[in-house]
């Protein structure tokens, strides 16, 4: 995981594209703002017993301001290491952790005020706070691993604080629990479905240091190839999915991310950029299967004839419906096989059946929309010239 983490970290942090404006947009995957602090920091709440708490920033985005610089409170000298905290936001892990004797006798919705108010205390402080779900299966499977008693502030101090954790830690900015909680549960799924792809990755590419080149190949490609879709897209907010599995019984991965592109700059996306690219890449290294769509965004979408080419005659009647949005608008859709490792451009015929597939799998079939071929994206430099990158 650390070694997925420090690729993410240097290979797209040094990644930018030109627009046709001649402007650099530079995508930051995992990017840290002054003052952030590591992925694990360990610390503890106040007394030293862990609330509830620990991992990344608001808003699903990496890196954190600090609180040390918003509030001025922080003493002279060395900067005071990061508390890491983890919450129990759903009711379900709150349950199942309350028999161990962790939350004083309070309800869950006790729980949360006191852990706002110890929240609200800390970041007045001038501290920086790393939050994290707390979760009732894995902080279980976590002591036992280590050989902790899940009843001690301790174990929860480790938990919070674990260097492993996926990703950039989630920085707490002095939000109301009611508007924080929404976006540290995205930010904990997004975290759980790059843990599970990063696992497939490492199976694909191997721990030695032939399989750690191989992994920096393979991250190179993706970041090329999701630098490409934010290029083809264009200006407002688009949605990227993905899903693929490895040949022989590979468990299915997907993930998606919103690709926002204003006035020729690409902004970041946080967490659900860095699970889509190593999603990808485990897709891509393991030589498998799937799909990958590029949703337009709905204000910039077709209205008018259609394209030349492949997507002049689409698909009619089906799921698609007629026409929806403003005046008429249709809001593009692109797609791109996943096959053997490669990524093919889609005919519009071809997007078409994936939606229908989609609907078929109970995902709400877009009304609308204009399917589309998908353009070329960046072929994996080597000896199968656009193949696959381990091939």
Not at 140 to 160: K, Q, S
Not at 236 to 251: A, Q, S, V, W
Request: glycine share 18%; hydrophobic share 35%; aromatic share 6%.
């Amino acid at each position: 995981m650390a070694a997925v983490r420090e690729l993410l970290r240097g290979v797209v942090g040094a990644a930018g594209v030109r627009t046709s404006r001649g402007r650099r947009r530079v995508l930051v995957l995992a990017g840290r703002k002054p003052g952030s602090g590591a992925g694990g920091a360990p610390g503890g709440g106040p007394g030293g017993a862990a609330p509830p708490g620990g991992g990344r920033p608001p808003g699903g985005r990496a890196g954190g301001g600090g609180a040390r610089a918003r509030r001025g409170g922080r003493a002279r000298g060395a900067p005071p290491q990061p508390v890491a905290l983890a919450l129990a936001v759903r009711a379900g892990d709150f349950a199942g952790l309350a028999r161990y004797g962790l939350f004083g006798g309070l309800d869950h919705q006790g729980y949360l005020r006191r852990a706002e108010e110890q929240l609200t205390a800390l970041y007045r402080q001038g501290l920086e706070v790393h939050l994290r779900v707390l979760e009732a299966d894995d902080f279980e499977d976590y002591c036992e691993a280590f050989g902790l008693d899940p009843r001690m502030p301790t174990a929860r101090v480790a938990y919070a604080g674990d260097p492993e954790l996926a990703g950039e830690p989630f920085v707490y900015a002095g939000e109301r629990l009611a508007e924080l909680l929404p976006v540290l549960m995205d930010d904990h799924r997004a975290r759980v479905r790059m843990s599970v792809a990063c696992l497939a990755l490492l199976d694909a590419v191997g721990d030695d240091p032939d399989g750690q080149r191989r992994m920096a190949a393979v991250m190179r490609y993706v970041t090329s190839v999701y630098l490409a879709l934010a290029e083809g897209a264009g200006e407002g907010c688009h949605l990227l999915t993905l899903r693929c599995h490895g040949p022989e019984d590979g468990e299915e991965l997907t993930s998606a991310v919103d690709v926002c592109v204003e006035d020729g700059q690409l902004y970041p996306a946080g967490r659900d950029a860095e699970a889509f690219c190593v999603t990808l890449a485990a897709g891509v290294a393991s030589g498998g299967e799937g799909a990958l769509l590029l949703h337009g965004d709905p204000s910039t979408g077709s209205r008018a004839d259609p394209p030349p080419g492949d997507a002049a005659d689409p698909p009619t009647g089906g799921p698609a419906g007629p026409p929806t949005g403003d005046a008429g608008v249709r809001p593009p859709v692109r797609g791109w096989a996943l096959a053997d490792g490669r990524l093919r451009p889609m005919t519009a015929h071809e997007v078409f059946d994936e939606l229908a597939d989609d609907a078929a799998r109970r995902l709400p079939f877009p009304p609308g929309v204009d399917p589309r071929p998908g353009f070329p994206l960046p072929g994996f430099p080597g000896p199968r010239g656009g193949g696959g990158p381990l091939g």
